[in-house]
């Protein structure tokens, strides 16, 4: 009887983490504060976006150039819909240098407005990448999308093999069919020569 006790708890147990690493428990939705138990099974994935995080709110632009991908670079979307024409695109050696590059570039176009985005890498970043402190998101996603607004969510028809974590930070609002001040950020790798790299940088908030 007692053998039979300790494998429905040993079931019970590993049945639960599964199930959190969809962003649920047996025992109802997991707590925004218990995201972080995602880690069990993408423990590489997770560590690498704390560590590009880290390099973003450090502002240290050559250690994040060190995991852009090597062929490709890295995408800097300032919406949830991709676009290859429109969109930034900046390789290795490019993004090492953003803190003395005063070149004004045209990172696509607002939300809403559909007028130009104008800037400098460092206030880009500062708009759009390092906005909010993210790693301290209360909710993220693996490999999923944890909210939407209204723009088309396009990232696996642009990068189909692409890994994400999306770091969530709710508005805060209580009435839940107001749920206005939302924001994301999610960092995109791909597999490159058996190693994760940086593909895309995005940004996803709550607009009109």
């Known amino acids: 009887m007692f053998f039979i006790l300790v494998g429905v708890i040993i079931g019970i147990v590993i049945s639960n983490v599964l199930f959190i690493t969809m962003g649920y428990s047996l025992f109802g939705r997991v ?23 880290g390099n973003i ?3 240290d632009y050559p250690a994040l150039s060190r995991v852009a991908h090597p ?32 070149t004004v570039y045209v990172w696509g176009v607002q939300e809403g407005t559909g007028e130009p985005i104008e800037m400098m890498a460092v ?7 390092s906005c909010r402190a993210y790693n301290c998101a209360p909710v993220i996603g693996v490999n ?14 642009i990068f189909p093999d692409v890994k994400f974590v999306d770091f ?9 069919t107001e749920d206005y001040g939302w924001t994301s950020l999610r960092l995109g790798f ?19």
């Open 31 to 53: 707590p925004e504060q218990s995201a972080s138990t995602v880690v069990t099974n993408n423990e590489e994935l997770i560590s690498l976006s704390y560590s590009v995080l």
């Open 144 to 157: 999923r999308i944890v909210k939407s607004g209204n723009a088309l969510e396009n990232i696996k028809d």
């Open 190 to 208: 791909e597999e490159y020569e058996g190693k994760l790299w940086l593909t895309v940088i995005m940004n996803s908030k709550w607009t009109v």
């Open 123 to 129: 206030d880009y970043f500062a708009e759009y990448v």
């Open 57 to 59: 709110n450090d502002k």
């Open 168 to 176: 969530h930070i709710p508005s805060g609002e209580k009435n839940a």
């Open 71 to 102: 062929e490709f670079g890295v995408v800097f979307a300032p919406c949830a819909t991709v676009n290859l024409t429109t969109n930034k695109c900046f390789r290795a050696d490019q993004i090492a240098a953003f803190s003395s590059d005063s």
